[in-house]
């Protein structure tokens, strides 16, 4: 049963079956576990995060192409829901419009993109993705009329969706169900969903080829692959989950704006995720993913301690300030990339 | 027989997970002119490559000159005097005939007599001196490629089957070259499926089978041979 | 035996067509230029777009060339190219903030002082980053573009942030030296002194590039190494030491870069450098990886169609370098001067 849930693809280390487990079970539990909204708000940023990083391990891990335009398909998705509900009204139908429009036109885009560079060179395909994931940026914030620009949109949602919405007048284990709690679970619900269907794909046939290009695209093309169609359709994939990843999360949000969905930090954050979890795993999304936002939701304040205590020395204050958070994420991704490109998960798998 | 330049100790390469040579040992007297043979995929090209450092011998010895040369860079084993002419002619087809000499000619500028003994064996290349090589046919890159590696005198010279694909009319003129640069007493490795011309050409033979060496001896004891050639070549009779 | 050999050449003359096709992309700029004349109502605002697309043309192409022959050369991609921009920017600047009596002054030989001293100073200070980037960034991890990609971008991350620990995380201003400020009229359009000086460095870059690379020796290895390295190494030359030597000179020319593109935006920040390599990919990517004479021709092209594109419509700036890049690549799916590569 479990087996045919992960698609045989099981963690395969006992130490990493556990932490994957602990994880499942406190997302899952998360309205009545963790108490207070900024845990809860953690949990949801995680489990968004999970499936928009296993969706860009299907292209890195698994395909073996880089993109940076990761982030702009997650936005289309996000942007979806947003513009049509700010526009159309806080009904379940626009919302639903809005995610069907922005996953298509982030299918359209991927496709697009990946039938232009990938014919010619893989490599085209990171600077191309590059280039226009930047112009995309730039258009949304100069299209203020419909994007809201710079300040982006706040919208309502459906009612049941929100704080103010009971689902049950007793509370459940001494919480209360409220449509905060409803919409949670509607998010963790859609990432368990996405996750496991692009577990289900990996160890598809289809998966197979994919990771059999990645190690020899040439030879692969020999053996009658259609190298292109195998990579386009990867890349379409991944495009279309990460547009739902991003709508699920615009309507849990009930905000969306360039910094929190189109910005190079988010796709530089994706990045080390995948990284530090371990590309090509799926599992290590999980793991990356967690890790992550634990860390920069808590090891920040950790830094802006450290750098007030040597206040006095010189240069260090200035390189633990939290603000420089990124010049250690950057560090640790480099000797990731060199010394552990299996990351946390092949590192636990090799020692099981 | 004089003392060898060249020798090869046992040498096997791999190329990925495929071994190609397992056991190669021959060497190359100094001043004559050694033929390498065999059936196609016998190894020949991998053998040339191995010496020159472009695929790594997993183990045994490339000794030049008494000195072990299996682990150094290639540009090293280039500097110690050997010339290269690979199978695929390797010319720079962006750059001029011209400049390709001049980027052979390692040691400074291009000796003008050897640049007219090179001209004259091989007319086009003054013809087409200041044209892109790229623009060259492929018997006037075989051309420049020999030429090129012509172009100052070195301690041995290795070429990889310059008669493949050409014209008789060119294998003709490469072949007055080859003989020109012999009496010029130049030591030569050379790999040739033309059985005709490497009866002209060779001194001494070594043949290779299955990344392998077989047979080695000289080379006017093979062409008596017809049972030989048709064991170790898979030739009808002799040539 | 046959005497004579029958390799005499055959001179007839390819059709026009054939011998314009590769001049075709060098066509492309004044057509550019043309249809820019046709579109933009007034020939005075054209004129100073058009120094002005030129003047970013220069700039692109002075940060774009090193890139290109690195991956020519190696094959190796560096998406940390930025780095050296913005690095060589805040050199650059904080040498000619330390010189207000030389940057300040109206005295031209004064203000061409200082900013060659500024430019001195960045392009060490970037080539000295390259240096290292080469060695502990990108040899590791020859061979393989994923990790390039990803090990480059890192580098980027760290040096972005070194960039605001040493400086902070404010925005600098960068004043021109007082005598390049203002512009000069010519047939009644405003010409900006300093772009007219930034043309003039990038042409001179340019050719002064293009005769490296076909007059001396070092060009010769470096044209040769793009085709194919490992004829080059079995000529003789020790490859590695060549492209060490392109990548820190690559690397500098992008401080150049982020020097001429701080006094042409007055202001600078750590990310400039990313922001700028958009345009620099676009380039490198339609002039055809490894060319430097495509990188030249890919620069001026999105140097002008942004400029007058901004003009006729600011929102569609870079939206259509994209679309030049779509188009370019339908065209020429290798880039408009592909480059040849052995096997």
Redesign the interface.
């Known amino acids: 049963m479990l087996r045919a849930i992960l698609s045989d693809d099981l963690p395969r280390s006992r130490l990493l079956a556990v932490l994957l487990a602990v994880i499942l079970v406190v997302l899952a539990a998360a309205p009545f576990l963790l108490p207070g909204t900024r845990a809860l708000e953690t949990a949801a940023r995680i489990c968004m995060f999970i499936v928009l990083v296993a969706s860009y391990d299907l292209l890195l891990g698994y395909a073996g192409i880089v993109s940076f335009a990761h982030t702009m398909f997650f936005g289309m998705g996000a942007y979806g829901v947003a513009i049509a509900a700010a526009h159309l009204g806080p009904g379940w139908l626009p919302i639903g419009a809005g995610a069907a429009a922005g996953v298509a036109l982030a299918a359209l885009t991927a496709l697009a993109i990946a039938l232009f560079s990938l014919r010619v060179r893989a490599i085209f395909f990171a600077m191309i993705t590059l280039a226009v994931a930047s112009a995309m940026a730039v258009l949304v914030s100069q299209l203020s009329g419909i994007t809201g620009g710079e300040d982006g949109l706040n919208f309502r949602i459906p009612r049941e969706l929100t704080p103010g919405f009971r689902l049950l007048e007793e509370p459940v284990f001494g919480t209360r169900i409220t449509g905060r709690v409803i919409a949670y679970y509607l998010v963790f619900g859609t990432c368990l969903a996405l996750f496991l269907v692009m577990l289900r794909v990996v160890n598809s046939p289809f998966g197979s080829v994919l990771q059999a290009i990645r190690e020899n695209a040439f030879r692969a093309e020999a053996i009658g692959y259609r190298v292109v169609v195998y990579r386009a359709a990867a890349t379409c994939l991944a495009a279309v989950i990460a547009a739902l990843a991003g709508a699920v999360f615009a309507v849990w949000l009930r905000y969306v704006g360039p910094g929190t969905t189109l910005g190079m930090e988010i796709m530089i954050d994706i990045l080390l995720m995948v990284v530090i979890g371990g590309m090509g795993t799926m599992y290590g999304a999980v793991l990356g993913a967690t890790i992550f936002v634990l860390a920069q939701n808590y090891l920040q304040a950790l830094m802006e301690r450290a750098a007030a205590a040597t206040a006095g020395l010189p240069l260090l204050p200035d390189i633990l300030n939290p603000d420089r958070w990124l010049l250690w994420l950057g560090l640790v991704f480099i000797l990731s990339v060199y010394f552990f490109p299996a990351g946390i998960v092949g590192r636990l798998r090799g020692r099981a | 027989m004089s003392e060898p330049i060249l020798t090869l100790r046992s040498v096997a390469t791999d190329i990925g997970r495929y071994h190609i040579l397992h056991d190669v040992s021959f060497s190359v007297p100094r001043g004559e002119v050694t033929m390498l043979l065999g059936r196609n995929g016998a190894g020949k090209t991998t053998t040339l490559r191995t010496i020159?450092g472009?695929w790594r011998a997993r183990t045994g010895q490339v000794l030049f000159a008494d000195e072990d040369i299996a682990a150094l860079?290639?540009?090293?084993i280039?500097?110690r005097g050997i010339a290269?002419v690979?199978e695929?002619m390797?010319i720079?087809?962006?750059?001029t005939v011209g400049?390709?000499l001049?980027?052979?000619a390692?040691s400074g500028p291009m000796d003008k007599a050897r640049l007219a003994w090179i001209t004259a064996a091989f007319?086009?290349l003054k013809?087409?001196w200041d044209s892109a090589a790229?623009t060259l046919?492929g018997?006037?890159k075989q051309m420049l490629s020999v030429a090129?590696a012509m172009i100052e005198e070195r301690r041995l010279y290795l070429i990889d089957e310059p008669s493949k694909g050409l014209?008789?009319?060119?294998v003709?003129?490469l072949a007055r070259a080859l003989k020109d640069l012999k009496r010029a007493g130049a030591t030569i490795l050379l790999v040739e499926q033309n059985f005709a011309l490497s009866r002209a050409l060779g001194d001494g033979a070594v043949v290779m089978e299955d990344g392998r060496t077989v047979w080695s001896g000289r080379m006017a004891d093979l062409a008596a041979d017809a049972a030989l050639q048709g064991r170790l070549l898979g030739m009808e009779g002799a040539a | 035996m046959s005497r004579a050999p029958e390799h005499a050449p055959t001179f007839t003359r390819p059709p026009l067509a054939r011998r314009l096709e590769p001049w075709l992309p060098v066509l492309l700029i004044p057509a550019l230029m043309l249809a820019g004349l046709v579109l933009i109502p007034q020939g005075s605002s054209w004129l100073t777009l058009t120094v002005s697309g030129l003047a970013m043309g220069m700039m692109i192409f002075t940060i774009a060339s090193g890139m290109t022959l690195v991956f020519g050369l190696m094959d190796v991609i560096n998406f940390g190219h930025g780095a050296f921009i913005s690095f060589g920017a805040f050199v650059g600047a904080t040498v000619l903030l330390a010189l207000p009596g030389m940057a300040g002054a109206a005295d031209m030989p004064a203000n061409v002082a200082a900013v060659a001293l500024a430019i001195a100073a960045a392009m060490a200070a970037a080539g000295g980053l390259g240096l290292g980037f080469e060695r502990w960034i990108v040899r590791p991890v020859y061979g393989s573009h994923l990790k390039q990609i990803l090990v480059t971008m890192g580098g980027l991350i760290v040096a972005e942030q070194l960039i605001h620990v040493i400086w902070g995380g404010e925005q600098i201003a960068v004043p021109r030296p007082e005598t390049l400020k203002g512009a000069v009229t010519f047939a009644g359009a405003a010409l900006e002194k300093y772009r007219l000086l930034a043309v003039a460095i990038g042409l001179v870059l340019f050719l002064g590039m293009r005769w490296l690379l076909r007059a001396t020796r070092l060009g010769l290895i470096v044209r040769a190494g793009v085709e194919n390295p490992e004829m080059v190494q079995a000529l003789g030359y020790r490859i590695r030491r060549v492209f060490v030597l392109v990548f820190v000179a690559g690397s500098a020319l992008a401080g150049l870069g982020g020097v001429m593109w701080a006094l042409y935006q007055e202001v600078i920040t750590a990310g400039m450098g990313n922001q700028i390599m958009v345009l620099v990919f676009i380039v490198v990517i339609i002039g055809g990886l490894g060319s430097v004479e495509g990188c030249f021709i890919g620069a001026l092209l999105v140097g002008l169609l942004q400029n007058y594109v901004a003009f006729l419509e600011p929102k569609a700036a870079l939206v259509s370098n994209i679309a030049l890049m779509v188009a370019v690549l339908m065209w020429r799916p290798q880039g408009m001067i592909p480059v040849v590569k052995a096997k």
């Open positions: 020159m472009l860079p290639t540009a090293e280039s500097r290269y690979p695929d390797g720079f087809s962006d750059l400049e390709n001049r980027l052979a390692i007319p086009p013809t087409f790229g046919s018997g006037q090129r014209a008789p009319a060119i003709t003129t």
